[in-house]
């Protein structure tokens, strides 16, 4: 079965330290594969995505991740977390020909000064 | 350039009630997809529109149906309202690219629904 799992439902940082949200998935065919930000009362903010090539992509804000075909993750990095990252953070997949996304329950960021 | 829109921003229905969310896609986006967020979850993929036609259809009963007009906008309408149907109903639209894939989808900032 297809899926998508954030092992962490809630993260708690300081300000300035760094931060790495885990995802794994479960997919049958290459993913396509996403992170996305939702800050409360909002839609969903894309923060990155990986297709294919370098196994480490930059995205928005100075996050990146990192793919691991051989431990099916797909984890979220940032050296220094800001309180404005302060949101959920939601881990997504989808096949190679469409955007019909599968997406794990999400880990909620709370960064205390 | 315009973002994803959606209306309204929030609504209040009760049970057996129909309800119809509404949704612009982006400027030059030929597809819509409609997601269900539940709260404390991940949204759901619901169904997708393509070109007006349907292109995909997550677990979702069919009281729960769709529309895509030629402008490319879309309808959610869902029937027969049950209370497990409170959540924020979100849209993304994209546009198809060469290869046949579609390129990275754009989320508007959802339809909250409450069903008393």
């Known amino acids: 079965a297809q899926s998508v799992t954030q092992p962490d439902i809630h993260i708690t940082v300081s300000e300035g330290a760094s931060l790495e949200l885990r995802c794994n998935y479960s997919?049958?065919?290459?993913?396509?594969l996403f992170w996305y930000v939702q800050s409360p009362g909002q839609g969903l903010q894309l923060l990155l995505k990986?297709?294919?090539?370098?196994?480490l992509v930059q995205g928005i804000k100075g996050f990146e991740a990192e793919f691991k075909r051989s431990q099916s993750s797909f984890n979220l990095r940032k050296p220094s977390v800001h309180w404005s990252d302060a949101a959920e953070y939601f881990c997504?997949?989808?096949?190679?020909?469409?955007?019909?996304?599968?997406f794990g329950t999400g880990t909620r960021l709370q960064v205390f000064p | 350039e315009t973002g994803v829109t959606q209306s309204p921003t929030h609504l209040i229905k009760t049970r057996g009630q129909q309800v119809t969310l509404r949704c612009s896609s982006q400027?030059?986006?030929?597809?819509v997809s409609w997601y269900q967020q539940a709260l404390g979850q991940g949204p759901q993929f619901i169904f997708q529109?393509?070109?007006?036609?349907?292109?995909g259809r997550g677990n979702f009963p069919p009281r729960f149906s769709g529309l895509q007009f030629p402008n490319y906008s879309s309808e959610l309408n869902v029937n027969a309202l049950e209370l497990d149907d409170s959540a924020l109903y979100l849209c993304?639209?994209?546009?198809?690219?060469?290869?046949?894939?579609?390129?990275?989808?754009?989320f508007g900032p959802g339809t909250r629904l409450t069903v008393l």
């Open positions: 993304a639209s994209s546009s198809d690219v060469a290869g046949g894939h579609t390129d990275t989808q754009y």
């Open positions: 997919y049958g065919a290459t993913p396509y």
């Open positions: 990986y297709f294919s090539g370098d196994t």
């Open positions: 997504a997949v989808g096949p190679a020909n469409t955007d019909k996304l599968i």
């Open positions: 400027s030059g986006h030929n597809t």
């Open positions: 529109y393509y070109r007006e036609e349907e292109n």
